[in-house]
C-alpha cells in the first residue's frame, strides 16, 4: 500500500476509454511506426486516477488482477516524466482499473494521460505544457490527454479536433482475450486502401474502415463473433473493431435499442457495457 498524506483529499481524474471509429493505416515508416489516419472518440466509461502526496502505487478495482506485480507501467512513467519536466512529488498513485487491459481502447494510455492531467492540476501546470509528455509516452497518449474527438494523423499524434457527437448511445464488448499491438500491426499487409474521407464525423466514419481488423481476427477469432453478434442487433448505426482490438462497439440510434443489445449480446467471459460518446 501506498504510504499517503491522510489530510489532503485526492485529485481524482478519469480516463476515459477512446475509440477508433475508423482507423486507416497508410504505410509502415522506417522509425518503426506506420502512417495512420484515425476518427478518435470518447466515451464516459473509463478508469480513474486518483493521487496525492506520498509514496507507491497501487491498482484497484475490477481489472487490477492483469496489472499485479508490473515492475513498469506507463502512469509510473507518466508521473516520472513529470516530475523531471515540472518537479515536484513523491505522490501516492491509485488506479481504479475498470477497462480490460490490451482491449484497443487505450486503457494505458488513457491511465497514464489521467496521471498528467491530475499532476497538472495539483501543481498549476497547463495542459498544453503536457504535450510533448504525452506525444514521448505514446502514439494514443496525446489524444487521451486531450480527451476530445478528432482526427489524428502521422502516428496518430498529430491532431484536428471535429465535431464530435455527444450523448450518442455506445456499446462496448469485448470477448475476453488480450491482443498484442505490435503483433496486429506486425501481420498488416502493408495494403494502403486509402485516406478518410470528408464530411461529418458520422458519414466519414461510416465510409471508413479499421485495417487492423483483419490481422487481429487472425489472431483473436472470438473477435468474429462480436462483430457478427453487434451487426445482427437492430438500431445499429456502426459496428466495428476499435484499435487492434479485442473490444468492438456499435454506436446505436437510442438508449432503448442499446440497452436491448447490451441484454442480447451478453455471454459468459464476454465484457459489455453501456455508454455514450462524450
Known amino acids: 500500500m501506498p ?30 511506426y506506420h502512417e495512420l489516419e484515425t476518427l478518435f472518440a470518447f466515451v464516459d466509461l473509463g478508469d480513474i486516477v486518483r493521487i496525492r502526496p ?40 491509485e488506479l481504479e482499473k475498470h477497462l480490460p487491459v490490451a ?22 501546470v497547463t495542459i498544453d505544457a503536457l504535450y ?15 480527451g476530445v474527438t478528432a482526427l489524428g494523423t ?3 499524434e498529430r491532431l484536428d479536433p471535429i465535431e464530435g457527437l455527444a450523448g450518442q448511445p455506445v456499446l462496448m464488448v469485448n470477448p475476453g482475450v488480450g491482443v498484442s ?27 471508413g474502415r479499421n485495417d487492423l481488423e483483419p490481422p ?14 453487434l451487426d445482427a442487433l437492430p438500431g445499429v448505426i456502426l459496428a466495428r473493431m476499435s484499435g487492434s482490438g479485442a473490444t468492438c462497439f456499435a454506436l446505436f440510434d437510442s438508449i432503448e435499442a442499446r440497452h436491448g443489445a447490451a441484454l442480447a449480446v451478453a455471454r459468459p467471459g464476454w465484457w459489455v457495457a453501456e455508454t455514450a460518446l462524450v
Open 54 to 93: 506520498g509514496n507507491g502505487f497501487t491498482v484497484t478495482g475490477p481489472f487490477a488482477g492483469a496489472l499485479q506485480g508490473e515492475g513498469d507501467n506507463l502512469v509510473m512513467r507518466a508521473a516520472a516524466r513529470f516530475a523531471e519536466r515540472f518537479g515536484g512529488g513523491p505522490w501516492a498513485i
Open 103 to 124: 482491449s484497443g481502447i487505450g486503457g494505458g494510455s488513457a491511465d497514464a494521460a489521467a496521471t498528467l492531467r491530475a499532476l497538472a492540476r495539483l501543481q498549476g
Open 154 to 156: 502521422g502516428r496518430g
Open 216 to 229: 487481429a481476427r487472425a489472431i483473436a477469432p472470438e473477435i468474429d463473433a462480436v462483430l457478427a453478434a
Open 132 to 146: 510533448p509528455i504525452a506525444d514521448a509516452l505514446g502514439s494514443d497518449v496525446p489524444a487521451c490527454l486531450f
Open 3 to 32: 504510504s499517503t498524506d491522510p489530510s489532503f483529499d485526492p485529485i481524482a481524474e478519469p480516463a476515459r476509454a477512446k475509440l477508433n471509429l475508423a482507423l486507416h493505416v497508410r504505410a509502415r515508416r522506417p522509425d518503426g
Open 181 to 207: 499491438t505490435a503483433e496486429v500491426f506486425r501481420r498488416w499487409d502493408g495494403v494502403d486502401r486509402g485516406p478518410i474521407g470528408g464530411g461529418g464525423l458520422l458519414d466519414r466514419a461510416r465510409a
